[in-house]
């Protein structure tokens, strides 16, 4: 698959950095797209009830964390995989890396995941990547630069009625809600139900969160998130004009639930939860 120079494809002002992870992103990508196919059960690893591994998350960990290590030889490295993690005192930037955010359509040969990296500072996310490698559709966002995919500025949908926005959301496993009642989660689902023009559940909650900064979705959450899957998302809804909070309002802290949505749905969606806590 070709593409554009990484210059084409980032802000006009990005970043040394950031254009570290977007090639990196990039090169990893390869190793993703080229071995998709569906997996048999041995080859895939559960790491907790329908969690799954498969042996392209652990190699294309290695290819970013690889290339993080070379090019910030002093920052921390948190890979969902747990390959060569690092740490380091606690004004130490971190590198987040989610190689494969939905791996359970990867596993099954569905063309549809992200590939994440994120840089923390001081508590604060300050930039990220999010690349889809199968549309060769490369997200990014520096704190105070904007959004961008491919190279052109995105910005939220601004969509106020509500039977005309496109909201989605997560469909949990066992033991995934804990923000909120399940109960409350799938009334929150069913209210979607009764009052937009859909709800749409897409396998990756990074590309489900990078299309609400470009106005695919208007709306997500889901809970039982780690960083490593929504930070560079919640980045990007941030810089594309977008709301990004807990069920409960509160502002996103490390891991948990994530609610992120246009300025004109976010108070909506948010009293889906409210009103039952």
Aim: charged share 20%; net charge negative; proline share 4%.
């Amino acid at each position: 698959m070709t593409s554009s120079p990484i210059s084409a494809r980032l802000s006009p002002t990005a970043s040394f950095r950031l254009v570290v992870l977007a090639e990196t992103v990039l090169k990893a990508g390869e190793t993703a797209r080229g071995s998709l196919r569906r997996r048999t059960s041995a080859e895939m690893l559960a790491k907790a009830p329908r969690d799954y591994q498969t042996e392209i998350d652990v190699a294309v960990e290695r290819v970013i964390v690889d290339e993080m290590a070379k090019a910030f030889p002093d920052y921390a490295i948190q890979g969902e995989e747990a390959v060569g993690n690092r740490t380091a005192g606690p004004e130490t930037p971190v590198i987040y890396i989610d190689p494969i955010d939905g791996t359970t359509n990867y596993a099954w040969g569905i063309p549809h995941f992200g590939m994440t990296i994120s840089i923390v500072e001081s508590g604060r996310l300050v930039m990220g990547v999010v690349y889809d490698a199968m549309q060769d559709e490369l997200f990014s966002a520096e704190i105070g630069g904007g959004a961008y995919l491919n190279g052109e500025r995105i910005r939220c949908a601004d969509v106020g009625d509500v039977e005309n926005v496109l909201v989605g959301a997560g469909l949990p496993i066992p033991g995934q809600v804990t923000a909120v009642a399940e109960a409350t989660y799938f009334e929150a689902i069913k209210r979607l139900m009764a009052n937009t023009a859909g709800v749409r559940r897409l396998g990756s909650a990074a590309l489900s969160i990078a299309y609400v900064a470009c106005g695919r979705l208007d709306g997500f959450f889901e809970d039982g998130l780690e960083i490593h899957d929504f930070g560079a998302s919640a980045l990007l809804v941030e810089e594309a004009g977008g709301i990004v909070t807990r069920f409960s309002g509160a502002a996103v802290e490390g891991k948990g639930d994530i609610l992120a949505a246009s300025k004109v749905l976010h108070p909506w969606l948010l009293e889906g939860f409210r009103s039952k806590m």
